[in-house]
């Protein structure tokens, strides 16, 4: 039986709704128009990330000469068993150095996986203040549908008030799961869902169907909406436009433009 190709496994996941069917993005005027302008989202390394914790945690290396061993064994085929006992051996008599490998290995896998984060929740009021400006900026709306290649593969972060204890030589699995989709409890009320790219950091591309909707902050200037909305226009895109608003009975409600 033939795997599932990646976007065919979004397609999935939102029709069986474990996936949601849109994911939005809170953004500055300035950092929409560069969006627009090639049609493409930034995929940053976790280094450069605003919470200098995030996916920055220290794997743990104290590990037996066994599990040296076991490790090796998994890992490398061109030498014998006795090569490898020796090699395990010398390791383990040597931990700061192996302690340093460990951790130059950890930090290449993790830095060089782009990520480009999202939300499922429109009307985040703190969100609207710490990522569009103070509420001067704009909240994307994105259809996963329209470009499932481009949301491979969007997997919520946990929220957890201690850091995961890493054992790089155990399940190689959770390094994701653990690390890179691990973070303090202080950030739960973003509820964040990350889209990563292995090997990749930089701008990546979305097809413009995807990107349907723009919501104007409660204080963005009207010259900033019409640059917007003007810009969409002439970059071919298909955009509903709303503006957030106050209610009595719904702290923020969006209304058409």
């Not at 972060?157 to 030589?169: A, S």
Request: charged share 25%; with cysteine; hydrophobic share 35%.
């Amino acid at each position: 039986m033939s795997e599932i190709p990646y976007p065919d496994l979004v397609r999935l996941a939102v029709h069986q709704e474990k996936l949601p069917n849109f994911l939005h993005k809170y953004r500055t005027i300035d950092s929409t128009k560069k969006m627009l302008e090639n049609n493409s989202m930034w995929f940053s390394s976790p280094k450069n990330f605003n919470d200098p914790f995030d996916c920055q945690i220290i794997p743990n290396t104290n590990n037996t000469e066994s599990e040296i061993r076991k490790f090796l064994r998994d890992n490398i085929n061109d030498l014998s068993d006795s090569e490898i006992d020796n090699l395990a051996k010398i390791t383990f008599n040597q931990p700061s150095k192996w302690k340093n490998t460990i951790e130059k290995t950890f930090d290449s896998i993790i830095n060089s996986t782009g990520i480009c984060c999202f939300t499922e929740n429109p009307k985040n009021l703190l969100m609207w203040s710490h990522y569009t400006d103070c509420h001067k900026g704009v909240c994307l709306k994105f259809n996963l549908l329209k470009d499932p290649s481009f949301f491979v593969y969007p997997l919520p972060v946990n929220y957890q008030d201690k850091y995961p204890d890493y054992n790089h030589l155990g399940d190689r699995n959770d390094l994701i799961k653990d690390i890179i989709l691990t973070k303090s409890s202080d950030w739960k009320y973003e509820n964040e869902i990350r889209v990563m790219k292995l090997n990749k950091i930089g701008l990546v591309p979305f097809k413009k169907e995807c990107l349907e909707e723009i919501i104007f902050g409660y204080r963005t200037e009207q010259k900033d909406i019409d640059s917007i909305m003007e810009l969409s226009k002439s970059r071919g895109f298909n955009i509903e436009f709303k503006r957030s608003g106050v209610s009595t009975f719904d702290v923020t409600f969006f209304m058409s433009l």
